[in-house]
């Protein structure tokens, strides 16, 4: 059976967390753990948000005030790329 799942922004960036690669990684690694036995069983697709990750990265932006700030396609496109590496 094919399962599709959807992990939010929030699943790989928690709440009050910094907007780090490893914090990422890490909320990554524990959603892979607990999909593994469901991949071993079925054929899985993964799907992921960037809600907090789009936010976080327009206020950094926006705290330089000598550049103008990327508009909303490219920084959702920058942290769609960035995920999927993650």
């Known amino acids: 059976m094919r399962i599709?799942?959807?992990?939010g922004g929030n699943a790989l960036l928690r709440r009050g967390e910094a907007l780090t690669s490893e914090n990422q990684r890490h909320n990554i690694a524990?959603?892979?753990e607990a999909l593994a036995p469901v991949a071993?069983?079925?054929?899985?697709?993964?799907s992921h948000g960037n809600g907090p990750q789009v936010g976080l990265l327009a206020e950094q932006g926006a705290a330089y005030r000598d550049v103008p700030v990327y508009p909303l396609d490219v920084l959702d496109a920058e942290t769609q790329g960035m995920i999927g590496y993650l």
Not at 4 to 7: C, F, I, M, N, R
Not at 40 to 46: F, P, S
């Open 4 to 7: 599709v799942v959807a992990l």
């Open 40 to 46: 071993l069983e079925h054929e899985l697709v993964i």
């Open 30 to 32: 524990v959603a892979c």
